[in-house]
Every structure is written in structure tokens, then in C-alpha cells.
């Protein structure tokens, strides 16, 4: 049987329908809109093409499979349907559940944050991260965070986290900073407050030098170090006593605490060998009835213990006077005594003598009429009970002067 073309040319009807279909057009933009002409399989997939690409259209695919179309129309975003999102009521979520970036997409801006590439940007405010309840941010292994650029940086391996800056690491808290493992400090460190504890058992320094009171431009408070006893007895201590200008060292109930008020201190005993001495007589102090200075040629007598000697080859004799400068072991030193009052009188050793005349070396002294001074005694005119001592050096001129005598204290 031969095949034949099947052709209506007064439009065809469909069951009950009032509209006849008048014709097949194969029309790419469905520019005619007729209600009564059929679209061609391949006008239809062409114009849907076109308008995919034209409107927008944003395709959400969840794992069930469904779709749920998303179109940009007219500058407002709409969920096929028609509801304006622009009109959510707040607190409305809307979910994207993309298993691939949509192609041609470069931009997601939702309300003030802007999503574009790999940068995430908000024209004010806050940008925050809120993971569920004991959740993380989890950024990979050797990957950081950087804060303008790489010169402030903080970064984690898996094992080590790195914080490092060009400039300075503020840390600024109200509470107690801790830090559980070691802290090693590579620069210099600055303590900036009142009170540094140290509860290590054991504090290893490799400076050679302690410098206590660094940078002060006065001082009236003491100094030193005073070391807890506990129950075993008063506090140790060895410290610069500010008030009397010396060292003290011994125990006392003070603690660091009370450096303000002056430290109040029982004298103790220093053991220790000594191998030499910088100075060169043994001196004591004596009650004087005025104020004699270094090499003054003293005699008993006088309102007090003594005075200056002032007739020749006095058999009176005591004594020269020595000081804090030539006295290598210093007796009698109380704290109300002073030079002024009770000078420091060498008993034995070298000590620098008020001469008047010429001396030789290896020459006996004697009291001279020039009080306070001696002379070199001549032949026959020394004796036991007047010599002060023998010159350790000559002079040669006539005038008032000194010598280095080697004396002995006259009984």
C-alpha cells in the first residue's frame, strides 16, 4: 500500500475543544503568539535556550532530586511562583544546596556581604562566623589567617600555631594571661608592673651582673636581698643600708614590702677567710676634744681621751691618726661616733704622719713643738717612751708636710 500525506486545510479539531489548531510553525522566538498554531520540538528547546540564558534563571537542586527555579526578574529575586524575596519576613532562611559552582555565576551578594571569588567583603559592620554549639572554623593545615597583609599573620601546621607580626603583639586582657607549656623569650622582655613572682624552684640567671634599682634618679629606700625563712626563724637579709651609708647584714622580720620605712636589722656573723687587705694600719676610735684630720700627732690628755700633742719629744705620746682610707681593720666603730668627734687612731701598721723638716728615710719621730706634727729625732734624743714610729720614705724640704711612717700605739 502506498504512504500518503495526511492534510487539513481548514484547521483541525480535537475533541470537544473550540480551538482548532491551524497550523505548525517552527518559530525559534515564538514572535507570532498565536493561540491556535503547534510549536516544532526544535523552536521549542530554542526559545527555552534563549530565555534561560536572558532571564536568569537560578536551578536549586536539593538531594531529593526536586528543582525549584530561582529568577532574576526586573532587579527583584523570585522563587518561581512569584514570591518577591525582597519581602521575606525577617528570619526567613534561604538554603542553596549547589553540588557545583552554576556556570557564569561571579557574584553572590546577600544584603550588606558580598561573596565574589575568593573574597568575602561587607560595606559595614561585622562579618561573623557562627558554628553550631561546640562546633569549630576549621581552616587546613598550613593555611592562615592574615590581617592586611602578610607582615601580621597567624598560622597552624596541625602541630605548631605560628602568630607572627612586623610589628608589635598587643595582648590586652582583664584576667590572667597563662601560659600552660614553656615560654621561651627570645628578645628582650619588659615587666611593666608593681610586683614579678617567680615560683620556680629553681631560677637560673647567665648575667654576670645584677643591677638592682635600674634607672633611678635618687635613692632613700635600702637595698639588697632578704631571704624567707619560714618558721625557722627570722628573715636573713644582706642589704645597703640607705640611712648610715653602709652594708648590714643579718636577720630581721622585715620583708620586701617594708623597704620604704628602712629595714631593722640584727646584726649577724659573716664567716669567711680574708687573704689580704686593700688598706694598710689597725685603727681604733678614740674620744677626741676636737676635730683632728688624718696624720695629726695625738698624745692622752685633754676634756676627753685625747688631743694634739704640742712639746717636743712628749713622752706623752699616743698616737697618729689614721682614716676610713688607710685603716684595714677598724675597732670601736659605733654608730653615734664620728671622725669629727672620735677620730680613728692607728694602733699598728703604715699610715701617712704630719712632718715638719727634712726626714730620712729609716729616720725615728718625735713630737715637735708645731702641734699635731712630729720631726725627725736626732741622734740621742730618742727613747722608748717618745718615738712614734720610723719614716718608710724621706722629704727633703723644710716645710710642714707628710711621710709614710710604719707606728705602733705607746702603752
Excluded at 625563712?229 to 622580720?253: H, P
Aim: net charge negative; proline share 2%.
Amino acid at each position: 500500500m502506498a504512504t500518503r500525506a495526511f492534510k487539513v486545510k481548514q484547521g483541525l479539531l480535537v475533541g470537544t475543544s473550540t480551538t482548532e489548531i491551524g497550523s505548525i510553525l517552527d518559530e525559534d522566538n515564538f514572535a507570532s503568539d498565536s493561540a491556535t498554531a503547534l510549536a516544532t520540538q526544535q523552536s521549542i528547546k530554542a526559545y527555552v535556550d534563549s530565555q534561560t540564558t536572558a532571564a536568569g534563571t537560578l536551578t536549586v537542586i536539593d538531594d531529593s532530586s526536586s528543582a525549584v527555579n530561582v529568577v532574576i526578574e526586573s532587579d527583584d529575586l523570585k522563587i518561581a511562583g512569584g514570591t518577591n524575596l525582597t519581602s521575606a519576613a525577617s528570619g526567613d532562611t534561604l538554603t542553596l544546596n549547589l553540588d557545583a559552582a552554576p556556570t557564569g555565576l561571579t557574584a553572590i551578594t546577600i544584603d550588606n556581604i558580598n561573596i565574589d571569588g575568593n573574597t568575602i567583603t561587607a560595606s559595614s559592620g561585622d562579618i561573623t562566623l557562627a558554628p553550631a554549639a561546640n562546633g569549630d572554623v576549621n581552616l587546613g593545615a598550613n593555611l592562615g589567617m592574615t590581617f592586611g597583609n602578610d607582615g601580621e599573620k597567624i598560622e597552624g601546621d596541625g602541630t605548631d600555631l605560628t602568630i607572627a607580626s612586623s610589628g608589635a603583639l598587643n595582648l590586652t586582657v582583664t584576667g590572667t594571661t597563662t601560659v600552660s607549656g614553656a615560654l621561651t623569650v627570645t628578645g628582650d622582655l619588659t615587666i611593666n608592673g608593681s610586683t614579678t613572682t617567680n615560683s620556680s624552684t629553681n631560677t637560673t640567671i647567665a648575667d654576670n651582673i645584677i643591677e638592682l634599682n635600674s634607672g633611678i634618679s635618687a635613692s632613700s629606700n635600702d637595698i639588697g636581698f632578704i631571704f624567707e625563712r619560714g618558721s625557722t626563724g627570722n628573715n636573713a637579709c644582706f642589704l645597703w643600708d640607705e640611712s648610715a651609708d653602709k652594708f648590714t647584714l643579718g636577720t630581721t622580720t622585715a620583708t620586701a614590702a617594708d623597704k620604704s620605712g628602712g629595714v631593722t636589722v640584727s646584726a649577724g656573723t659573716l664567716v669567711a677567710t680574708c687573704s689580704a687587705a686593700q688598706y694598710s694600719d689597725v685603727a681604733e676610735r678614740y674620744h677626741a676634744d676636737s676635730n683632728y684630720g688624718p696624720g695629726t700627732i695625738v698624745e692622752l690628755g685633754g676634756v676627753n681621751e685625747i688631743t694634739k700633742t704640742a712639746t717636743e719629744m712628749s713622752e706623752e705620746v699616743f698616737g697618729v691618726v689614721s682614716s676610713n682610707d688607710t685603716a684595714a681593720f677598724m675597732m670601736n666603730d659605733r654608730d653615734t661616733y664620728t671622725d669629727a668627734t672620735h677620730p680613728f687612731i692607728a694602733m699598728t701598721g703604715r699610715v701617712p704622719t704630719n712632718v715638719i723638716g727634712t726626714v730620712n728615710k729609716g729616720a725615728r719621730l718625735v713630737s715637735s713643738s708645731t702641734p699635731g706634727y712630729a720631726r725627725m729625732a736626732q741622734p740621742g734624743e730618742a727613747t722608748a717612751f717618745n718615738v712614734i714610729g720610723r719614716a718608710l720614705e724621706a722629704k727633703t724640704d723644710s716645710v710642714m708636710g707628710q711621710v709614710l711612717c710604719v707606728v705602733s700605739i705607746k702603752a
